[in-house]
């Protein structure tokens, strides 16, 4: 899946909504609970990756260490720490997971799996696939995995609404034709309009309306994901181009 398109318009920022960065540091656990659920979702593969291609770890080590990466950051208030002004949160990220690389090298014993406070759910075959696939420059790699991971938040998010909106059926035919990876190649609106049984109008106003919203969904899951107005921006511009300023 690729970033979204700008069909339909919609290209204003979403009303600003708490940072979940910020909400790192609540002192509230429901809070910082789900905060961390999101950070980890958004950032466990570009941290694995890292750790596969820069610090050269195999792939068990590797994901011990994801997972005690945000055990630690819980247990020893690493996110209390961030600071904005110093630069984005994803490079502090690395930065901090740095640490705990250097720590896990002078360890005499091996951390144990499992152990951590955040169950990060690993999909290690696929990602170990496409890391096999990849230049393998360990920057690269990072970014890839972390816009990939906004979009999965940002779809399943639109999903998840249009089921609640009763708007399924325009989420069917975005899923179709922008998400849905085929050997035969993108289908044809019409194609796609005769599956589901529906005019090749009502196609294209669907297609529209879920492109439109689901970039929403990504402004909106990256504004959550950053640590001030400026990162947000920055973040816009990388993922969904020029026009997102």
């Known amino acids: 899946m ?27 656990p429901v ?11 958004a950032y466990w593969k570009p941290l694995y990756v890292t750790l596969r291609l820069r610090h050269r770890l195999p792939p068990e080590d590797a994901e011990d260490l ?23 949160f994803r490079t502090w990220l690395r930065t901090c997971l740095d640490g705990v690389v250097g720590h896990h090298r002078e360890a005499t014993s091996r951390l144990k799996r499992g152990g951590g406070l955040v169950a990060v759910p690993l999909d290690l075959p696929d990602l170990e696939r496409d890391l096999a696939a990849t230049d393998r420059d360990p920057d690269d790699a990072f970014d890839r995995e972390w816009a990939r991971a906004v979009l999965d938040l940002a779809l399943g998010a639109l999903e998840r609404r249009a089921a609640a909106e009763g708007k399924t059926i325009r989420f069917e035919v975005f899923r179709r ?54 990162e947000f921006r920055a973040e816009a511009r990388a993922l969904l181009g020029g026009d997102a300023a």
């Not at 690729?2 to 979403?14: E, F, I, L, V």
């Not at 708490?18 to 790192?24: D, F, I, W, Y």
């Not at 809070?31 to 979702?41: K, M, S, Y």
Request: aromatic share 8%; hydrophobic share 35%; proline share 5%.
């Open 2 to 28: 690729t970033a979204p398109g700008t069909g339909g318009g919609g290209r204003g920022y979403p009303e600003t909504r708490r940072s979940v960065v910020a909400a790192l540091a609540s002192p509230d």
């Open 31 to 41: 809070q910082r609970a789900r905060a961390v659920d999101l950070v980890a979702a």
């Open 66 to 88: 994801v997972q005690e990466f945000f055990a630690q950051a819980m247990e020893k208030d690493w996110f209390d720490r961030y600071d904005p002004s110093r630069g984005r």
């Open 177 to 230: 034709l922008d998400v849905e990876e085929s050997g035969r190649g993108r289908p044809a609106y019409a194609e796609v309009g005769a599956v589901l049984g529906l005019p090749l109008s009502q196609v294209t106003n669907h297609l529209n309306w879920a492109r439109r919203e689901f970039r929403r969904e990504v402004l909106a899951a990256l504004r959550e994901l950053s640590g001030s107005e400026e």
